[in-house]
């Protein structure tokens, strides 16, 4: 489908992404508003002689992608709210044993049931520290379907250089909405390929030995090498270890390869911000609503900016600083409680400046909600 324009679902944009960054292997199990996902690769994996398989439950589907992406294959996964809950045990083993993998979160209300077929954006902290332990993670989202597709082919390209597992974090509203999307021809974006050790068979092959900048080399499990995979810490040979200073090595280690890439992680876009006095902050589906916003009252004479993140985890503390350190106030636009607004509270300079406008109750922000809350902070018109 490369090089075509058609009108689809945000889930459907999704997998058009997948398959374009070169999937071959899904495992899932059916939940809204996510299941669209897995309906499309149930049809499509096939047709490009890759495997789909209905788990029997979101746990066991989490494995199953660690498993085949160990084997060699770029491998996915897609939930919504209490199955991601689920994963989460199957998610901190990939992220121990280092295992390329995409994990799709299209949020709903919760906790719990919550309300399933409504929106929310619930789920960044736990996205963030949902596996125990310390760790990092890389999780992306998207307000549009043509970025849903192009943060798709980013969240591969970004499991396979960092060999870490990458959550996209969409919600109901971007799932469902329908838009216009261009596939772009094969090769116009970049799609990072596994990289494959070139030690030859027979040779010791050390599968947690980085190379110079950083990059682990993969051989497919069953193939050539034999070397162990293990959820406990572990040497460079991958067998289980208690070392102290192995111990602390591989948790920095785990932790620094995303970290202090953070500010090249970083992926935003931003609207009008050179000369804004107030910022808007904010992402996925909620976004929209703020760009109206920012649009209808430049057109008044308003000097507001909206920065949208696309990338929440690591988050990109020194772009959030550089791009309202000229602001008067600063507003997180979000459908929770705050959790992008605390991140941001704690980075900029007078925290005291940072307004939350957010909605919990399975609705989409709308501007209005958004201007009733500039109206008791800043005392005029907007």
């Known amino acids: 489908m490369s090089g ?15 398959l374009y960054a070169g999937v071959r292997f899904f495992a899932g199990y059916p939940i809204t508003p996510s299941t669209e996902i897995a309906e499309h690769l149930a049809d499509q994996l096939p047709r490009v002689g890759g495997k789909f398989v209905q788990m029997e439950d979101e746990l066991a589907s989490m494995c199953a992608i660690c498993g085949a992406s160990l084997a060699g294959f770029k491998s996915m996964t897609a939930t919504s709210g209490p199955g991601f809950s689920l994963k989460q045990e199957a998610l901190g083993y990939a992220i121990m044993a280092e295992i390329p993998c ?9 906790p719990s049931t919550g309300l399933p077929t409504e929106c ?28 849903a597709f192009e943060v798709t082919v980013q969240a591969f390209n970004l499991a396979e250089t960092y060999r870490t597992p990458v959550v996209l974090l969409f919600d109901e509203v971007l799932g469902h909405m329908r838009e216009r999307l261009e596939i772009p021809e094969a090769g ?43 959820g406990l ?16 090595k591989l948790n920095y280690h785990l932790f620094d390869k995303i970290e202090s890439h953070a500010n090249e992680l970083a992926r ?68 929770n409680m705050g959790q992008v607004a605390s991140q941001v509270k704690a980075v900029v300079a007078n925290p005291d400046r940072v307004f939350l406008v957010n909605r919990m109750d399975g609705h989409l922000m709308t501007p209005s909600d958004i201007s009733q809350v500039m109206r008791v902070v800043e005392g005029r018109g907007f």
Request: glycine letters at 8%; one cysteine or more; charged letters at 25%.
């Open 268 to 335: 935003w876009k931003e609207y009008y911000l050179e000369d804004a006095e107030h910022v808007l902050i904010s992402y996925g589906s909620s976004a929209r609503t703020a760009r109206a916003l920012v649009e209808d009252r430049r057109a008044k004479g308003d000097r507001l900016g909206l920065l949208e993140l696309q990338t929440l985890w690591p988050f990109p503390a020194q772009l959030v600083q550089d791009k309202t350190a000229n602001a008067k106030s600063i507003y997180v636009v979000e459908m």
């Open 188 to 230: 116009v974006l970049p799609v990072v390929e596994r990289l494959k050790t070139d030690v030859r068979a027979g040779v010791n092959y050390h599968p947690y030995l980085p190379r110079e900048d950083g990059r682990l080399p993969m051989s497919d499990f069953g193939g050539v090498h034999r070397f162990n995979v293990t």
């Open 233 to 248: 810490h572990h040497d460079i040979w991958g067998f289980p270890t208690s070392n102290d200073e192995q111990v602390v």
């Open 102 to 110: 995409v994990v799709v979160n299209v949020q709903r209300g919760g």
């Open 120 to 147: 929310s954006q619930g789920d960044v902290m736990q996205a963030r520290w949902g596996a125990h332990g310390d760790h990092s993670i890389i999780a992306l989202t998207a307000s549009s379907i043509q970025d």
């Open 4 to 18: 075509k324009i058609c009108f689809v679902q945000g889930n459907e944009a999704c997998v058009r992404g997948a």
